[in-house]
DNA sequence: CAACACAAAGTAG
DNA sequence: CTACTTTGTGTTG
């Protein structure tokens, strides 16, 4: 499971809990698939920190470890992305890996 | 204290 | 319906 290797990379980083139960969610998404700031927040048991987990992405230190780009918004939205070339990239990831609708 | 990769409800049109 | 505003949350500076 990628989620046991993401804890074991995030132990040597100094990473508060929030942070590391977040990037173990978020690593725990299955590919072809999106999750929501909502439902990651809510899996990390602080439903009203979609906020927070947002701030958790964009320090995240395992970005090839943790699909960050597979995390969109609620309403369907692909969100924002700290990452190189921005939101444009993360739709053409998600559309590589099907999770996104294809024209 | 202010800001941030969000969300939901309220107000206004 | 859309658009803007306000409040809540956890970490960082």
Do not use: W
């Not at 989620?3 to 990037?23: I, M, N, R, W």
């Not at 395992?62 to 993360?90: E, F, M, N, Q």
């Amino acid at each position: 499971m990628k989620a046991a290797k993401a804890k074991e990379l995030l132990g040597k980083y100094d990473l508060t809990s929030f942070q590391k139960e977040v990037l173990i969610a978020t690593a725990a998404i299955p590919k072809g698939e999106t999750r929501t700031y909502k439902q990651i927040a809510a899996a990390v048991h602080r439903p009203h920190a979609y906020r927070a987990v947002g701030s958790v992405m964009r320090i995240n230190p395992l970005a090839p470890t943790i699909p960050c780009h597979r995390v969109v918004k609620s309403d369907g939205s692909l969100g924002d992305y700290s990452g190189r070339g921005g939101t444009k990239t993360k739709e053409r990831m998600l559309r590589q890996e099907g999770a996104l609708a294809r024209a």
